[in-house]
């Protein structure tokens, strides 16, 4: 049956009565639904504001930079405005802080756990690059979640190391000490650094005492005491290691220690106070503090031999 | 084309002939539905009434929980994270009892519409209810659907204006009703009603009731049953879900046809029962023909069954030329076979598979609710560093233990260790030289608080699971467990 004529040119589909676009595809049409005025007018209402949005926001893209728009807002000046919001909201915390001296922060568990918090995001941005993510160190980076500390692990000394560093040249009041490299200096021969080696791995029970180690305790008696001490415990007072336990900055292996005493290691910490102000640096060792190895105050030794940790005690 | 327009095929819902569109837009034409009464409106005022009464009811009901909780019935407290519900209580690790809901009110959906077709959108969908509000309210002011006519192409008068404004101005408070309710549910009701009189609300609770006014308004004033036929997707989805054995309001064009005496003497047949008399379109909330055959802007409110039946009574005939039928009984009542009963239209195969899915997850979230535990325990692992060496060798790792006491009272509970041989353990606020293997803590009514616990375990220790025991020490008692990771160096050193 021949369809009737449509009075326009295009045609209109029976089954919907709807007149069609006038396309074909393969004898598929498109019906003509058109929108309701309503969702016309919302189209129309989108553009208006599209041309409204991009005459007072930045959108155009220039061959240098773009259209700043009339509001002259700025993703960075938006970052700006909610960092200073931040930092208004903060100030009366690090007010407190820094009217707080550190050993008194046990005290205010709130202000504690600020400063802990405050300390979390500071030492990722800091510390994290030698001490990693976990703050759990690597070979010659010293890990601060354990109990073995080198220069003291109550809050007012990790503040002390903070604030003046480790080795660091300008600082007068930087924690100082340096191991001579007894090999390379020829003050030890090898053989000589070998039995000190086993002497000093036995402490720990890495190595049988044999008769290496028996001739290490002699070149240790002469040679190490004076920081490490007679028994091999260490001394905060210069850093020196406990070498009787299982904690090993530079590594415990027999190529390792080998190596430390041939030629000896001075790791360096920068000063923190040259590059952080007070309040960062007391809520850095508040965190350090709240690691897990964290140690109560004691009155500083003057023993150049300070007893070890309890825990450390073999 | 014939009034049964096979397989649902949507018709437009503006009547026969469709003007050709010459426009960009279709020609859209307001509806103004009569007003009926019958058996099917009463049923609607019955569950509108229902509906509204049930929304503004229930913010105001009290429900004693003690003196650490809000005594609102009902109350979804964002700001402390609980949701309230009578007895209920639901923290946010339970979201799942909520989630659970949401799939019950799914299924219910598909359930209803298996049983009885587009039921919610004719009887109980928010839209349907309060676009029903506002033709009342259209009545109200304007009268009934030939003065609304009259009035909406009559000149803009003082008069016009007047009336005008003055029936914008009730939607408006409608309107303001609907969205101010609606936060009594996210904060105590009597303080928030306070507040809010007194411009003493939290700024979010203005721009919440501005925006639910201003969608009501809109919504429920203007766009009505353009809502249902081009917004809401749940049309579109029932589309799928109809088949020819769900209800749906249907005109009998056997019983009708030829309508009207002047289309009987064209055709040699003798007049069907259908007069011609327009009022099953004229109720139409939507504006549509149901003589059509079913189509997506048909919202199965059965006002027109209504019309059509005070038409027969009036007419001797009996009542159901539009009724509630289902395609396979319409086919069979043409043939003159008897319908099927009601009741085998409801209960078929789908409804009770819905059904069993529905009540299965019902019984499932109430057992979970009936069986919970009120108190909780969460732990958390340091994973960097996994473990610790410790100078004398032993092995630290480290957790964040969250205690969790769900009732409003404060509870004692002591947390145990065990598992692996000699760990011991200290939280964060003791020294290690009190390490322990259980901790007794009293945790306030209605909190959760973490404690950071380090378990140290002798040197030689391998890699096992390590468990925790959290247990209540009042008089009601309880016990929950979890089983973490110790992690250690490989073979214990």
């Not at chain 1, 990693?132 to 109550?154: F, K, Q």
């Not at chain 2, 032993?394 to 041989?421: C, F, H, I, Q, T």
Request: proline share 7%; with cysteine.
């Amino acid at each position: 049956m021949m369809p009737e004529e449509p009075k326009t040119s295009k045609r209109v589909d029976e089954a919907t009565n709807t007149e069609t676009m006038g396309h074909e595809w393969d004898g598929i049409e498109e019906l003509n639904t058109p929108l309701p005025r309503w969702w016309l007018y919302t189209f129309y209402a989108c553009i208006a504001f599209a041309i409204g949005y991009a005459v007072v926001y930045p959108s155009v893209p220039l061959l240098k930079g773009g259209t700043e728009g009339t509001a002259g807002w700025t993703s960075r000046g938006a970052l700006a405005k909610e960092m200073d919001a931040e930092k208004a909201e903060r100030a009366p915390i690090l007010a407190a802080l820094a009217a707080t001296p550190i050993e008194d922060l046990p005290g205010k568990p709130e202000l504690m756990r600020q400063a802990v918090a405050g300390g979390r995001a500071a030492f990722k941005v800091n510390c994290v690059q030698c001490h990693g993510a976990g703050a759990a160190g690597s070979i010659g980076y010293p890990n601060l979640n354990d109990d073995d500390w080198l220069w003291g692990g109550s809050l007012t000394e990790i503040q002390q190391t903070l604030t003046h560093g480790i080795r660091y040249p300008g600082d007068d009041q930087t924690r100082m000490s340096l191991m001579p490299s007894f090999g390379h200096d020829k003050i030890l021969t090898p053989a000589q650094v070998q039995d000190a080696a086993s002497y000093v791995r036995s402490l720990s029970g890495l190595e049988p005492k044999g008769a290496a180690a028996q001739r290490g305790s002699a070149i240790f008696a002469t040679n190490c005491v004076a920081c490490h001490g007679p028994e091999g415990k260490g001394g905060r007072q210069f850093g020196a290691p406990n070498l009787t336990d299982r904690i090993w900055l530079y590594g415990g292996s027999r190529e390792q220690v080998v190596g430390s005493i041939t030629n000896a290691h001075a790791g360096v910490m920068p000063a923190w106070s040259q590059r952080l102000d007070p309040v960062t640096i007391k809520m850095l060792a508040a965190y350090v503090h709240s690691l897990g190895g964290g140690e109560a105050f004691a009155p500083p030794a003057p023993d150049p031999a300070p007893a070890a940790p309890a825990a450390a005690a073999k | 084309m014939g009034n049964l327009d096979p397989q649902g095929q949507p018709v437009m819902p503006k009547g026969g002939q469709r003007p050709l569109p010459s426009a960009l837009h279709a020609t859209s034409r307001a509806v103004f539905p009569r007003a009926i009464n019958g058996r099917f409106r009463r049923l609607k005022w019955g569950l509108m009434g229902l509906c509204l009464a049930i929304y503004y009811i229930t913010p105001w009901l009290r429900w004693h929980r003690g003196p650490f909780s809000p005594d609102q019935a009902v109350l979804i407290d964002l700001a402390h994270r609980r949701f309230y519900m009578f007895a209920i209580e639901i923290w946010p690790q339970e979201f799942y009892f909520v989630a659970g809901l949401l799939i019950m009110a799914g299924i219910g959906l598909f359930l209803v519409t298996s049983a009885v077709g587009r039921a919610w959108c004719g009887y109980a969908c928010p839209q349907t209810v309060w676009t029903d509000l506002f033709q009342q309210i259209d009545r109200w002011f304007d009268g009934d659907r030939n003065a609304q006519f009259r009035l909406a192409r009559a000149p803009w008068t003082a008069g016009k204006i007047a009336r005008r404004l003055a029936k914008w101005s009730v939607y408006l408070l409608v309107s303001f009703a609907t969205g101010g309710a609606w936060i009594l549910y996210f904060a105590d009701a009597r303080a928030l009603f306070h507040d809010f009189f007194t411009g003493q609300a939290a700024p979010i609770a203005y721009s919440t009731v501005a925006v639910l006014t201003a969608t009501t308004l809109w919504l429920g004033g203007f766009m009505r049953e353009q809502v249902c036929i081009y917004m809401c997707p749940w049309p579109r989805i029932q589309s799928a879900m109809l088949d020819e054995k769900s209800l749906i309001v249907t005109y009998k064009d056997w019983r009708g046809e030829p309508r009207g005496k002047s289309a009987a003497k064209l055709s040699d047949k003798p007049a069907g029962d259908c007069v011609d008399c327009g009022l099953c379109a004229a109720v139409c909330p939507t504006g549509i023909d149901i003589r059509e055959g079913p189509q997506i802007g048909c919202i199965t409110c059965a006002l027109c069954i209504d019309a059509c039946d005070s038409v027969m009574v009036k007419t001797g005939r009996p009542r159901g030329l539009i009724d509630y039928a289902t395609l396979e009984d319409s086919e069979k009542e043409r043939q003159g076979q008897p319908p099927t009963p009601h009741i085998k239209l409801i209960w078929h195969a789908r409804t009770l598979i819905y059904l069993g899915l529905w009540s299965a997850i019902g019984a499932a979230l109430l057992f979970a609710l009936g069986t919970r535990q009120h108190l909780a325990i969460s732990v958390a692992k340091d994973r960097n560093p996994p473990f610790m060496l410790m100078s004398d060798g032993s092995v630290r790792n480290a957790y964040l233990v969250k205690w969790r006491n769900m009732e409003d009272r404060p509870r004692p509970m002591v947390l145990r260790l065990s598992g692996v041989p000699g760990a011991t353990m200290w939280a964060e606020d003791m020294a290690k030289g009190d390490a322990t293997t259980q901790l007794a803590r009293t945790i306030p009514a209605d909190q959760t608080e973490p404690l950071r616990i380090y378990v140290v375990a002798p040197a030689g220790t391998s890699e096992q699971n390590l468990d925790f025991t959290l247990t209540a020490t009042d008089p009601e008692g309880g016990s929950v467990h979890y089983t973490a990771r110790f992690d250690a160096p490989e073979g214990g050193q």
